[in-house]
């Protein structure tokens, strides 16, 4: 079994910074992606950030040059650097693990359980 623990969200004023940390729990041969993704009241859930386990990352538009994701592949954990935050960032972020490789068994995805971020001031 895989649990994605989320920490780190809160309440901040536009312009600040805000980190979110994400642990994936369990015996864990091998996670190939792993991102965030993010949903405010009334929309959809949508791509903010997300590394592969070699290194490639890929943003969304609306974050580019004020996020930053890293990942750490020994300890199967994933972080995303959050400045320059603006009230149209408010909404709940989910750590998304995919392709997670366990001992016999394969899950195509795996979320977290979601951490609320506020923009305002």
């Known amino acids: 079994q895989v649990q994605l623990v989320e920490s780190g969200g809160g309440l901040v004023q536009p312009g600040g910074s805000l980190r979110l940390s994400c642990a994936a729990v369990?015996?864990?041969?091998?996670?190939?992606?792993m991102g965030w993704y993010r949903q405010a009241p009334g929309k959809q859930r949508d791509m903010v950030a997300a590394?592969?386990?070699?290194?490639?990352?890929n943003y969304a538009d609306s974050v580019k040059g004020r996020f930053t994701i890293s990942r750490d592949n020994a300890k199967n954990t994933v972080s995303l650097q959050m400045n320059g935050l603006k009230p149209e960032d408010t909404a709940v972020y989910y750590c998304?693990?995919?392709?997670?490789?366990?001992?016999?068994?394969?899950?195509?995805?795996?979320w977290g359980q979601g951490t609320l971020v506020t923009v305002s001031s």
């Open positions: 369990g015996r864990i041969f091998s996670i190939r992606t």
């Open positions: 590394v592969t386990k070699d290194g490639h990352t």
């Open positions: 998304n693990g995919r392709e997670v490789q366990i001992p016999s068994y394969f899950y195509a995805e795996v």
